[in-house]
């Protein structure tokens, strides 16, 4: 047990060490202090305020519109779509690192931008860099792991069968159960595991998809490339197009405020202080979910079973037809509409600049731009439609398809990948702030019956 704590111990203060010289951990530093008291301003302001109020068919319906979560990094607005710190997706490719003659933003730069607001400088940027690639190596213990799942699991379950076999290594449960970390420690040790888990997840999902779907046959890390660069070439694509899809993809997902699934599951879970690979895995698993991470294969499955049955070059009217056709049938069409947003997804747009640069003569990616022209207009015939634009889903597995994968299910471990960005930021802010476990209210009919029916004394 003695032996135990010594190395445990001589593990954090080496990794202290270390990122103490990370230029991120520095600016951190500087800044955790400085928002601690701007967020005790805004509860001594505005603490008492309301900001919305509730109905039954709120609490009911999956609490649309409820706003009733503290989530710093990003906001989702019905127009404008999502922001990151504040800016919007044009702005994040405008002003992001790429890498060399690419159009693509750099996640390295975003998650910089997540944790501190401020875009990094190029010296901030390659120190992320850097550290990444230092933190990202996989002990043969890791790689025999992932190599011993049953080929017949699903690629999710596996990425979130490993992030709990890393928790081994996790310093703030380690520190934790030893009793050697204070509150105010407490972001320390999950930017550590968080850093350690960003590092490692590209080489984790690779290594699953090469497992499962190409006989284990492992590539080995090209440490020269950039970390969305060098997941696509452990994948097994090479091609600077397929790096750079990869790159804008990784970015563009990494965040949605914190109300969606995987973002909400990671954040009620870390707020247990569960450390980052126990809350991410939980994040994983409700990804997974198909009312969430599924929707990009729909899109793609609908499209290609319209390319089927109505052949080449299909004629606007027979795709007005198809669409009045599945909605008669009471399904909805995969990829148009979203739970909060009212316009055309800004992330749809940024994959479909991408096509438009570099994609020619593909019939499926033509007929998504179609559909992007014809579909909304038929939805806007039909009066329970509230948005009838395309999101994220109508384009991105159709990227991916073309540049040849045709795993589906490995799809969501992509989206994965891209999220723990936004969902490893939060977690670090989240133990800054000293925000406390997450226990909402819960009712029940009666309780309804009680409070608002005509007989106020049912039993």
């Known amino acids: 047990m003695h032996s135990k704590q010594i190395s445990v111990a001589q593990l954090f203060y080496r990794s202290l060490y270390n990122s103490s010289h990370g230029l991120l951990k520095q600016r951190m ?3 955790v202090p400085v928002k601690q008291a701007l967020l005790r301003d805004v509860r001594k302001r505005y603490g008492s305020k309301e900001i919305c109020k509730v109905t039954v068919d709120q609490a009911i319906g999956g609490m649309r519109n409820v706003f009733a979560l503290f989530y710093d990094a990003s906001l989702l607005d019905a127009k404008t779509g999502i922001t990151m710190r504040d800016y919007n997706i044009p702005e994040l490719q405008e002003y ?3 890498a060399e003659n690419g159009h693509e933003p750099l996640p390295e730069a975003l998650f910089w931008l997540l944790c501190t607001g401020d875009f990094p400088s190029e010296q901030e940027f390659a120190d992320v860099q850097q550290e990444w690639k230092q933190r990202g190596q996989l002990d043969s213990q890791t790689q025999n792991f992932i190599l011993s799942l049953p ?8 990425l979130s069968q490993t992030l709990l076999y890393l928790q081994k290594d996790s ?10 970390v204070s509150k105010p420690q407490y972001w320390e040790y999950f930017y550590e595991d968080a850093m350690d888990l960003l590092a490692k997840i590209p080489r984790v999902a690779a290594l699953i998809y090469r497992h499962k779907y190409k006989n284990g046959e492992i590539i080995s890390a090209n440490e020269s490339l950039d970390w969305a660069g060098n997941y696509a070439h452990m994948l097994g694509y090479n091609k600077f197009e397929v790096r750079e899809c990869l790159r804008g993809y990784l970015s563009i997902h990494a965040d949605h405020e914190g109300g969606n699934v995987s973002a909400h599951t990671t954040h009620l879970v870390g707020s247990a202080l569960a450390d980052p690979y126990l809350s991410y895995s939980a994040g994983v698993n409700g990804l997974a979910g198909p009312l969430h991470g599924l929707a990009n294969q729909e899109v793609l499955k609908w499209l290609l079973e319209m390319r089927e049955e109505l052949g080449e070059n299909i004629s606007n009217e027979k795709i007005q037809d198809y669409v009045l056709t599945t909605i008669r049938e009471g399904k909805v069409i995969p990829g148009y509409g979203h739970a909060v947003l009212r316009y055309t997804d800004p992330r749809f747009i940024h994959q479909k600049d991408f096509a438009a640069r570099h994609i020619k003569d593909d019939p499926l990616v033509d007929l998504v731009r179609q559909c992007y022209h014809v579909i909304p207009p038929v939805l806007k015939t039909i009066g329970k439609i509230q948005n009838p634009w395309p999101n994220v ?8 398809y073309h540049y040849g994968m045709r795993e589906f299910q490995y799809y ?10 936004g969902c490893m930021a939060n977690l670090i ?4 702030f000293g925000l406390p476990i997450e226990r909402p209210g819960s009712i029940t009919m009666r309780w309804i019956e009680e409070k608002f029916g005509e007989n106020q004394n049912l039993k």
């Open 29 to 31: 530093r500087e800044l």
């Open 96 to 98: 992001l690192q790429k």
């Open 151 to 158: 080929k017949s699991a699903h690629p999710m379950t596996m």
């Open 171 to 180: 310093l703030f449960q380690q520190a934790y159960d030893q009793g050697k």
């Open 393 to 400: 889903d109508a384009h991105s597995g159709v990227l991916l």
């Open 412 to 421: 969501t471990v992509v989206f994965a990948v891209s999220r723990a960005l």
């Open 429 to 432: 802010w989240s133990r800054a």
